[in-house]
T-cell receptor, first 113, second 113 residues
Framework: DQQVKQNSPSLSVQEGRISILNCDYT??????FLWYKKYPAEGPTFLIS?????DKNEDGRFTVFLNKSAKHLSLHIVPSQPGDSAVYFC????????????FGSGTQLTVLP | SAVISQKPSRDICQRGTSLTIQCQVD?????MFWYRQQPGQSLTLIAT?????????ESGFVIDKFPISRPNLTFSTLTVSNMSPEDSSIYLC??????????FGQGTRLTVV
């Protein structure tokens, strides 16, 4: 049973436009959410996170939105750049879990020049 | 942040053999984690390795197959034992400090033939 779901395996966006990556979760105990970016042959690198007490967190071109009632979060990248092309993983941590991450299956973002 | 070095970065192994993956961190850290990413899949937690105690394995993973050592606060090893082609994956070491995001090594790409 997947507790963190990314239903879109891939997304293509034109350079300069907005990229929206979506993530749904089922475990109500999750209270911290993270987005990671992964290039081939590299480990995931942290992008941005959000605590369950917030509904929005912004860092430069990256904004994460959290809708707790819908158990849904999204990552917005604007403007998108070709260097943003990578696999994006949504991850969640539940309180008391010793900071173990539960990952979604990932979305391959391709930003077209 | 943390700098995590994993060795080897990739290997091709014969079935029935074992491979030990090393993870070195540039600072002392309490919590270390080992993840697996099978082809086309998400990252799945294998075990949590805290210094001074036995590793804690997730459902579906056992110590006989994936023995872990954690001799000090900057180093850990994961052994993939009696390998079969189904063990072909990327294995990732991760560390987490309290109240921060997790950092990942670059991963070890294992192919079992």
């Amino acid at each position: 049973d997947q507790q963190v779901k990314q239903n879109s395996p891939s997304l293509s966006v034109q350079e300069g436009r907005i990229s929206i990556l979506n993530c749904d979760y089922t475990n109500s105990m999750f209270d911290y959410f993270l987005w990671y970016k992964k290039y081939p042959a590299e480990g995931p690198t942290f992008l941005i996170s959000i605590s369950s007490i917030k509904d929005k967190n912004e860092d430069g071109r990256f904004t994460v939105f959290l809708n707790k009632s819908a158990k849904h979060l999204s990552l917005h990248i604007v403007p998108s750049q070709p260097g943003d092309s990578a696999v994006y993983f949504c991850a969640a941590i539940s309180s008391g879990s010793a900071r173990q991450l539960t990952f979604g299956s990932g979305t391959q973002l391709t930003v077209l020049p | 942040s943390a700098v995590i070095s994993q060795k080897p970065s990739r290997d091709i192994c014969q079935r029935g053999t074992s491979l030990t993956i090393q993870c070195q961190v540039d600072s002392q850290v309490t919590m270390m984690f080992w993840y697996r990413q099978q082809p086309g899949q998400s990252l799945t937690l294998i075990a949590t390795a805290n210094q001074g105690s036995e590793a804690t394995y997730e459902s579906g993973f056992v110590i006989d197959k994936f023995p872990i050592s954690r001799p000090n606060l900057t180093f850990s090893t994961l052994t993939v034992s009696n390998m079969s082609p189904e063990d072909s994956s990327i294995y990732l070491c991760s560390v987490s400090y309290m109240d921060t995001e997790a950092f990942f090594g670059q991963g070890t790409r294992l192919t079992v033939v």
